[in-house]
């Protein structure tokens, strides 16, 4: 079945660094979601990205759609504590007329103040 | 205020003694979904549902039983809990299946 590969697994950062985690399908997706979860938390969903190469920003986290669609990153600009988390894209697969989304492992990031 | 609410949020049991985690939302969303969560695996769906009376099995959905009566509702039944199932469980909803999924704040499952 379809995988959401996403990398790094855990990210280390000085506060004020960038911050970039990329995620790549093994098929080409319809759109691709990224959510947030905070240490204790739940995800918490951010955007979703549908065309080709689409770029979309909030605040400092710029999420970027790759051509083929096949391939994501979010980039975070001058990092806070704040963002400390983990990073989740999920793209969706078919089933039965519909698509359900499959979930990347992750990357959990890090802030040092 | 629009949410997906589960409950218990913690629950501790032993083995072989059936449990349901009931899961809520009051956001009319057709879909809903549970997930297992496990340090380094990520979120894995166990079952989802595209709308009443429709339930599909997820990635890892052993163990497990769901029904969708209601559209609100989306109860997880396990029937004969073992200590592999311990893990973090979430349900979650979405207007349609290829939307953003509203997340429940979790359920921590302990099973000995």
């Known amino acids: 079945g379809q995988q959401v590969m996403q990398i790094p697994q855990y990210q280390h950062v000085q506060e004020g660094e960038d911050f970039t985690t990329y995620c790549n399908s093994s098929?080409?997706?319809?759109?691709i979601q990224w959510y947030k979860q905070r240490p204790g938390g739940h995800p918490v969903f951010l955007i979703q990205?549908?065309?080709?190469?689409e770029v979309k920003k909030q605040k400092r986290l710029t999420f970027q759609f790759g051509e083929a669609k096949k391939n994501s990153s979010l980039h975070i600009t001058a990092t806070q504590t704040t963002d400390v988390g983990t990073y989740f894209c999920?793209?969706?697969?078919?089933?039965?007329?519909?698509?359900?989304?499959?979930f990347g492992r992750g990357t959990s990031l890090i802030v040092h103040p | 205020e629009a949410q997906v609410t589960q409950n218990p949020r913690y629950l501790i049991t032993v083995t072989g003694k059936k449990l349901t985690v009931t899961c809520s939302q009051n956001m009319n969303h057709e879909y809903m979904s549970w997930y297992r969560q496990d340090p380094g695996l990520g979120l894995r769906q166990i079952y989802y549902?595209?709308?009443?009376?429709?339930?599909d099995k997820g990635d890892v959905p052993e163990g497990y039983k769901v029904s969708r009566k209601e559209k609100r509702n989306f109860p997880l039944i396990l029937e004969s809990p073992s200590p592999n199932q311990t893990s973090l469980y979430f349900c979650?909803?979405?207007?349609?299946?290829?939307?953003?999924?509203?997340f429940g704040s979790g359920t921590r499952l302990t099973v000995v």
């Open positions: 549902s595209m709308n009443v009376e429709v339930t």
């Open positions: 999920a793209g969706p697969h078919a089933s039965g007329g519909s698509y359900i989304p499959t």
């Open positions: 990205l549908v065309k080709s190469g």
């Open positions: 979650a909803s979405s207007p349609e299946g290829n939307y953003g999924y509203t």
């Open positions: 098929t080409t997706l319809s759109n």
